[in-house]
T-cell receptor, first 114, second 116 residues
Framework: NAGVTQTPKFQVLKTGQSMTLQCAQD?????MSWYRQDPGMGLRLIHY???????DQGEVPNGYNVSRSTTEDFPLRLLSAAPSQTSVYFC?????????????FGNGTRLTVT | AQTVTQSQPEMSVQEAETVTLSCTYD???????LFWYKQPPSRQMILVIR??????QNATENRFSVNFQKAAKSFSLKISDSQLGDAAMYFC?????????????FGTGTRLQVTL
């Protein structure tokens, strides 16, 4: 079972460049989400989706776009990278939209913006 | 909005001893779910244990158990017989009931060191 797959694992960008972080899950999960992890701040929610065609903003959505055209994929787009977006990014999914469904996490992408 | 607070940035425990990590949360909901996740140096996020707020019995998973105090909004994690492999960041997290398109809200984490 592949679970949640994130690519790439590492990325270096220059300020102003754009890129897409890929996330795919093969568990037919309804709910998918993106978090960023920064030292001393835990994990903060960027965007989430409760199903194909439905997305919503989390706690820190500025500078990021998402779309959910299929159940399996939930890419995160950085429109114009800034040094403040240097972080570790996690994609996570769950079978339900709340409750005791734990999140299944990908292995993360370490992004550095210079 | 719900908030989760972990007041211990770092903790240390000797191998084979017991350690308790603290977590408090703020919510106006009566039904919710709480989780502890472990993040070893590999960066992987691993579910350790979960607790439903409507259950009075504290959850247990092998050497890991929780002390859930609903009135105090407290959800601490106890690790018994600590092992070197328990060294990691531990995150407490809160989730609202199903049907609310709920997000998982995390605390800032506690780094656990295990010494010989």
């Amino acid at each position: 079972n592949a679970g949640v797959t994130q690519t790439p694992k590492f990325q270096v960008l220059k300020t102003g460049q754009s890129m897409t972080l890929q996330c795919a899950q093969d568990m037919n999960h309804e709910y998918m989400s993106w978090y960023r992890q920064d030292p001393g701040m835990g994990l903060r929610l960027i965007h989430y989706s409760v199903g194909a065609g439905i997305t919503d903003q989390g706690e820190v959505p500025n500078g990021y776009n998402v779309s959910r055209s299929t159940t399996e994929d939930f890419p995160l787009r950085l429109l114009s990278a800034a040094p403040s977006q240097t972080s570790v990014y996690f994609c996570a999914s769950s079978p339900g939209t709340g409750g005791n469904s734990p999140l299944h996490f990908g292995n993360g992408t370490r992004l550095t913006v210079t | 909005a719900q908030t989760v607070t972990q007041s211990q940035p770092e903790m240390s425990v000797q191998e084979a001893e017991t350690v308790t990590l603290s977590c408090t949360y703020d919510t106006s909901e009566s039904d919710y779910y709480l989780f502890w996740y472990k993040q070893p140096p590999s960066r992987q996020m691993i579910l350790v244990i979960r607790q439903e707020a409507y259950k009075q019995q504290n959850a247990t998973e092998n050497r890991f158990s929780v002390n859930f105090q609903k009135a105090a909004k407290s959800f601490s994690l106890k690790i018994s017989d600590s092992q070197l492999g328990d060294a990691a960041m531990y995150f407490c997290a809160y989730r609202s009931p199903p049907g609310t398109a709920s997000k998982l809200t995390f605390g800032t984490g506690t780094r656990l060191q295990v010494t010989l």
